[in-house]
Nanobody, 119 residues
Framework: QVQLVESGGGLVQAGGSLRLSCAAS????????VGWFRQAPGKEREEVGT????????TYADSVKGRFTISRDNAKNTVYLQMNSLKPEDTAVYYC????????????WGQGTQVTVSS
């Protein structure tokens, strides 16, 4: 069993940066791929990006490519989402999720953290 807790959300002006953290409990966390997802009001949930268990592979949605970076520190059981050049359309609740398969790391979910980007 893995429990995930996101933190680092908040209010930021357009063009600013935030770093989200996804802290995990469970000794097997380092063997899981982790994905970041977001959901804005009235919209479908969107996958932002994924990182492999080793951190050696990452994938990003076109909407955030070049602005967002996912990294992980398995010694700290933590995955990060660095968000730069934020836009108002990045406003959403951001979730991290972990799972065995890189293509859909969605077995375990965090509770989400709100990110609001003002124009």
């Amino acid at each position: 069993q893995v429990q995930l807790v996101e933190s680092g959300g908040g209010l930021v002006q357009a063009g600013g940066s935030l770093r989200l953290s996804c802290a995990a409990s469970g000794r097997t966390f380092s063997s899981y791929a982790v994905g970041w997802f977001r959901q804005a009001p009235g919209k479908e949930r969107e996958e932002v990006g994924t990182i492999s268990w080793s951190g050696g592979r990452t994938t990003y949605a076109d909407s955030v490519k070049g602005r967002f970076t996912i990294s992980r520190d398995n010694a700290k059981n933590t995955v990060y989402l660095q968000m730069n050049s934020l836009k108002p359309e990045d406003t959403a609740v951001y979730y991290c999720a972990a799972g065995t398969y890189y293509s859909h790391p969605t077995t375990y979910w965090g509770q989400g953290t709100q990110v609001t980007v003002s124009s």
